[in-house]
């Protein structure tokens, strides 16, 4: 079955220090993956898309077909950058997210 | 622009008793219009689905049903709740078609205790 899986239910980093949030998929064909974030009081929000390759407020993420995953990385982390934060996969018009990984940067 | 409401905000309901939560979006025709749920260390979970009037597609068996009368209106329904429904109801709205992005807009949630 597609799936998506976020191996980490909290990260706490400190500000400056680099971010990695994990996502991995199953999924036999060319998925269509998605980063969604929510920030407390917010509505849940797109972030980024693969097929953008774009830099959204720092953040990038990759496909990477060899390992099935979909990480997403930001070099030095900000306060404001705590949130939840959602991986997801486009499966037909369904898009399925993963369980959320809760970032919290500390100063 | 676009927007999408739901409501209620925020709902407190015995166990047994019906529930309906509204959701419409304007700005925009023949949207995909979606039911998640969030609930604490599960995540988002897909609910209902539905790609036009009156066509729903139920991705988990549950104690709920959804029906959209109206081709911006999605509604979320139950007869009887179960202490298990309580959570966090998102409704969500995406292009529809073939020019679906994968890009979903939300509404602010409706909070759900059942007691």
């Known amino acids: 079955a597609q799936r998506v899986t976020q191996p980490e239910k909290l990260l706490s980093v400190f500000k400056g220090a680099p971010v990695e949030l994990k996502c991995n998929y199953s999924y036999s064909g060319s998925p269509e993956l998605f980063w969604y974030v929510q920030y407390s009081r917010q509505r849940l929000q797109l972030l980024l898309r693969h097929i953008s390759r774009e830099s959204i407020k720092g953040f990038t993420a990759d496909l990477n077909k060899g390992e099935t995953s979909f990480h997403l990385k930001k070099p030095f982390a900000q306060e404001e950058d705590s949130a939840m934060y959602y991986c997801a996969f486009l499966y037909g018009n369904k898009l399925v997210f993963g369980a959320g990984t809760i970032l919290r940067v500390k100063s | 622009s676009q927007t999408i409401h739901q409501w209620p905000a925020t709902l407190v309901q015995p166990v047994g008793s019906p529930l309906s939560l509204e959701c419409t979006v304007e700005g925009t025709s023949n949207p995909n219009l979606y039911w998640y749920r969030q609930a604490a260390g599960r995540g988002l979970q897909l609910l209902f689905y539905?790609?036009?009037?009156?066509?729903i597609s139920s991705e988990v068996p549950q104690n709920l049903s959804a029906s959209r009368p109206q081709d911006r209106q999605f509604i979320l329904s139950s007869k009887k709740l179960l202490l298990s429904d309580s959570g966090f109801y998102l409704c969500a709205w995406s292009v529809g078609g073939n020019r679906n992005t994968g890009e979903l807009f939300f509404g602010e949630g409706s909070r759900l205790t059942v007691l």
């Open positions: 539905s790609v036009g009037i009156g066509q």
